[in-house]
């Protein structure tokens, strides 16, 4: 096949040398993958397959696990450190859970890469993060239905949670106000207040997808804050 965009997602060994790899490509989503060598000392393979690095990547194999063919750089790795590795981890671990194997994601793909060069720069990095959990609630077609149980208009002076069986949201005083429900529903994610609220919604929607186990990545975060308020 005509090799394509990826980045590596998840690697763990596999036999003695190769490694197991998950990969969000541009044209078939997430691939799983055996890479022959991946695992051996001083192999290319195992000095491309990296995090966060744009690969050019070809495969063979009709099922689930494929055989990697060709893994070629195509730019430079993204460096990362601190709360921005961490959310880079973060992008990573849930695409990895969250897709299903050779779901076309071509927006998760483009909204990912995006992420990465965000990913550095503090100020850009919350609304990036965003714009990528909204792309892979789209790809599930699990996005939340910004109306009442009924179907119903949000009023805006009402606070709302968010009701993960039926995507749509139920009056609770400690929620969220329905003005501020009815920005992130237009796209207008940028007034002054927002991430927070922003940040609720997706991470109720996503929940469900989630599962029970922990995020390792956002254990690793509560982590850092712990450290920071010592």
Not at 28 to 44: D, L
Not at 174 to 183: A, C, D, K, V
Not at 217 to 227: K, V, Y
Request: proline residues 5%; charged residues 25%; aromatic residues 8%.
């Amino acid at each position: 096949m005509t090799a394509e965009p990826a980045f590596l997602l998840h690697r763990r060994a596999y036999r003695e040398t190769s490694a197991l790899v998950d990969l969000l490509t541009l044209n078939h989503g997430r691939i799983r993958a055996v890479a022959h060598g991946g695992q051996r000392p001083g192999s290319k393979s195992r000095q491309r397959l990296q995090p966060f690095t744009p690969l050019f990547v070809s495969w063979r194999g009709e099922r689930e696990l494929k055989r990697l063919t060709l893994m070629e750089s195509r730019g430079h790795t993204a460096l990362l450190a601190g709360e921005g590795l961490l959310c880079g981890l973060y992008a990573n671990e849930i695409a990895t859970r969250l897709l299903p194997l050779e779901l076309a994601a071509t927006d998760v793909f483009a909204f990912y890469s995006a992420l990465l060069d965000a990913l550095p720069v503090p100020a850009e990095r919350g609304l990036a993060l965003r714009r990528y959990e909204w792309a892979l609630l789209e790809a599930l077609e699990a996005t939340p239905r910004f109306c009442t149980l009924e179907g119903g208009a949000l009023d805006p002076h009402q606070r709302y949670r968010f009701d993960a069986d039926s995507r749509a949201f139920v009056a609770a005083e400690q929620g969220i106000e329905g003005r501020t429900l009815r920005y992130i529903e237009q796209g207008d994610w940028q007034p002054t207040g927002l991430a927070s609220a922003l940040k609720a919604v997706m991470r109720a929607a996503l929940a469900p997808h989630l599962g029970p186990t922990a995020l390792r990545s956002r254990e690793l975060m509560l982590d850092l804050a712990r450290r920071r308020h010592r």
